[in-house]
């Protein structure tokens, strides 16, 4: 038995093969391109380990997906391999259409085929879990209830309209060709191994380095923040007992603006990691909004608590003290991953617009 995970070199990808291979014994095939955000050395603790295999492809190279499960005859397949960040689709929404979308039709239609081969347990037992995001929903007004399942799908940017277009033909695999999908819809996930382009990490990596903190807007977008090793716990339990055919949301019941989060991240520095400067807040800059801004998102994990019995074990508080000690322990992985790329890529993207608070 073993499970094949795509973008298993990711940030929530490679959390997810080490909670895995921590958790069990059954062997994990991991299928990763190796773009920008994909990273072996966050695998570098299972490198070794006979339960794991790499595979460096495309989920968009049909002939290597369909060999891949003909060789190794997963039992399930974790479908994690997505770009992700907004501003990057804002920018070039191309690629995303393409990994997002024509990778997730070439992914259900190898499981397809292979799904159709199987037989007796081996059929029945099959899994294909999709990972998605709170995205698709769009956004929500400050009084508006969170997000459950049966929200309609409001996608503001090409990054969440790739997602949502993958989610429906997931869907739509399902109830056409019978395939065993099931799909999970997770809030902003936070936590090690993550890519300094996100919110938090770009915080930490900025702030350690004297350089500023760059808060689009007026910083009071509110997002739902969930520690990536609930997630992980949260996936696991989905394949494992999630219902064919159905969605589970996966929030953190943690409604945080972000300017709050940057505001929290910097007094956590000033304590754990002081600098002979002043407090780091001095450090936050107001950007140009990005355009399309979804104001708020929320999600309503009611589903997955009463069906399957899953809840996050992690405060916003115990989680974000976690993150911000990993990021400091691990210097190293941070220097490599701040590539010359990624450097002209925050100096063109954040320009400096408005007052510091």
Known sequence: MTILVTGGAG?????????????GDEPVITLDKLTYAGNLESLAAVADDHRFRFVQGDICDAALVATLLAEQRPRAIVHFAAESHVDRSIRGPGEFMRSNVDGTFTLLEGARAYWH??????KSGFRFLHVSTDEVYGSLEPGDASFAESHPYRPNSPYAASKAASDHLARAWHHTYG??????NCSNNYGPFQFPEKLIPLVIVNALAGESLPVYGDGRQVRDW???GDHCAAIRTVLAAGRCGETYNVGGRNEIANIDIVQTVCRLLDELR????????RLIRFVADRPGHDRRYAIDASKIERELGWRPAETFDSGIHRTVRWYLDHGDW????????????????????????
């Open 11 to 23: 940030f929530i990808g490679a959390n997810f093969v080490l909670d895995w291979l921590s958790a």
């Open 179 to 184: 395939l065993p999908v099931v799909t999970t």
């Open 226 to 228: 969930l520690f990536v």
């Open 334 to 357: 941070i220097a490599h991953v701040k590539s010359g790329a990624y450097r002209e890529w925050m100096s063109r993207h954040y320009r400096q617009a408005g007052p510091t608070p």
């Open 274 to 281: 002081p600098s002979a400067d002043g407090p780091y807040e």
């Open 117 to 122: 081969g199987l037989v007796g347990d081996d």
